[in-house]
């Protein structure tokens, strides 16, 4: 394991992807209509999606205002949060953060019968494909999944529960005309259409949600990442969540002594910090097998360091 440098950094659009990949839940916002037209007012509402070759695929419910307004106006928007599954949630309401999350705009189209179908065709075929992954993969995998909440965490679960609903829906697409980056911070960073539109996410994003969980609910891993920031920056971390995963390495939030205490002795911050992986993790399994390996090297020294070797 090493520090981040700039080319250990997604680029925006590839975090764009990766959000995108990761959840199964975002908020679509239509304009509001009536016979006379479109009105200015906003109607939102939680929605199940998929995304195929960088496109939104959304399944909006059979009831929802949705159906009338995009009649009327195509023009709809479309946002998405990293997850933060289990502790992440407490966290980010005690530090008053907000998730990293993708915000797109464009022309919100209901899809016909036949192509509707194969969307839920391919939603299909991409649920079972997530759970192989994961079999395939066997210990190596399970050892880090094993403390995720996975009834909560899985992404394929939440979409196949929502497939053997008995809601009815409709399913739109979702052409994309432009797309923003919004970091935990609240600073917003326009993609480029041509960025957005060539990058593609991780193999390993469909599991976020329950790669963080796992590593977040393990008494275990949770000090690893502490001595993660002890022995590559120094940091007596007191604590330390994994925030992100991504193919090039991980953000994690430690909570490390205050620099800007002045007299408080003994107060603490919560401190982001990035770790890149050795070689970037093609899939699920290298990411996992790559944390396990950090973990045992990061024992070592610290044992050699104390001598107790």
Request: glycine share 6%; net charge neutral.
């Amino acid at each position: 394991m090493k520090k981040a440098n700039k080319t250990a950094l997604l680029t925006f659009a590839e975090r764009c992807k990766n959000i995108l990949a990761s959840n199964w839940i975002g908020s679509l916002n239509t304009i509001k209509a009536d016979a006379k037209g479109s009105k200015e007012d906003i109607h939102t509402s939680k929605v199940m999606y998929m995304v195929r070759k960088g496109r939104p695929y959304i399944w909006v419910p059979e009831k929802d205002l949705h159906n009338v307004n995009t009649i009327i106006d195509e023009r709809g928007s479309f946002s998405v949060a990293s997850p933060f599954p289990g502790p992440l949630a407490y966290l980010f309401r005690s530090l008053e953060k907000l998730p990293p999350r993708v915000a797109l705009t464009g022309d919100i189209t209901r899809l016909k019968s036949e192509k509707a179908q194969d969307a839920v065709e391919r939603l299909r075929g991409a649920i079972l494909s997530e759970q192989k992954a994961i079999e395939d993969f066997g210990s190596t995998v399970s050892n880090v999944l094993k403390s995720s909440s996975l009834k909560y965490t899985s992404r394929s679960q939440h979409l196949k529960e929502f497939l053997e609903g008995n809601e009815e829906h409709v399913v739109y697409k979702l052409d994309v005309r432009s797309s923003m980056f919004i970091d935990s911070k609240g600073g917003m960073h326009e993609v480029d259409a041509e960025d957005f539109g060539t990058s593609k996410a991780d193999s390993l994003a469909p599991f976020s949600a329950a790669l963080i969980d796992g590593i977040n609910q393990s008494d275990a891993r949770r000090r690893a990442l502490m001595l993660f920031c002890h022995v590559y920056f120094n940091a007596n971390a007191k604590d330390a969540y994994i925030l992100r995963v991504d193919r090039k390495g991980f953000d994690m939030l430690a909570k490390v002594p205050s620099l800007t205490a002045g007299d408080g002795f003994g107060q603490c911050e919560w401190k982001d910090f990035r770790f890149t992986l050795k070689n970037e993790a093609t899939n699920i399994g290298d990411f996992c097998q790559q944390l396990m390996e950090m973990e045992e090297e990061v024992v070592k020294r610290i044992t050699n360091y104390s001598g107790l070797g």
